[in-house]
Each structure stands twice: as structure tokens, then as C-alpha cells.
């Protein structure tokens, strides 16, 4: 199965600054080669957050970081995080999809 999803851990203080640069980037720009993306919350780790942002492949995830737009944002997030934010880079093996039985 084809597909890549890319991780940002990141700890920050200042996670409504870090949403606001998120949504004026997206109202900027368009997302590139990302196809989806959902921002989370470590529930055992106050402060840290998880970025997971999915693309058709490796290659079209590291095309999309090559954009200058993509590099000052990414630059502009590491100043709001109290760390260095750390990347895991996945390659798709398998999906699935469940419906809840609504409990």
C-alpha cells in the first residue's frame, strides 16, 4: 500500500500561537503536497502535541518541505516550541477504517 505520514512532536506553552500560524499558513497558501493533516494532544504529557500530516509518498511529502513557504513555517513553529521538535517519518503499511457502535 502506498502512502507516507509524517509525525511533528512538539512542546510548547504557546499552542494557540503555534494554531493561529497553522491557519494563517493554510489561508496563505495552499498545503502543498499534504493530503490531510490533524494536530493532537498528549494527554499524559501536558505540553506536548503531535502533528500527523499525510501524503501520496516520501517523495511528495520531501517535495513539499523543499517549499520556501514550508521552511519559514517550520522555522517560525521551532521559536514557539520550549524543544527542538522531533520527526518520525512513516511509511504506510496498512489502513483501516471502523464505525463506531455509538457507546
Given amino acids: 500500500m502506498a502512502g507516507f505520514v509524517q509525525i511533528i512532536e512538539f512542546k510548547t506553552s504557546q499552542v494557540d500561537e503555534i494554531r493561529k500560524l ?9 498545503t502543498g503536497t499534504a493530503l490531510r493533516g490533524t494536530v493532537t494532544e498528549d494527554r499524559d504529557r501536558p505540553g506536548y502535541y503531535l502533528n500527523i500530516v ?22 517560525r513553529m521551532a521559536a514557539l516550541c520550549e524543544e527542538p521538535p522531533r520527526f518520525y517519518n512513516l511509511d504506510v503499511v496498512e489502513t483501516w477504517e471502523g464505525e463506531s457502535d455509538g457507546q
Fill in 22 to 30: 497553522v491557519d494563517d499558513m493554510r489561508s496563505e497558501t495552499s
Fill in 54 to 75: 499525510e501524503f501520496e509518498s516520501h517523495e511528495s511529502a520531501m517535495e513539499n518541505s523543499t517549499r520556501p513557504e514550508i521552511s519559514a513555517f517550520a522555522a
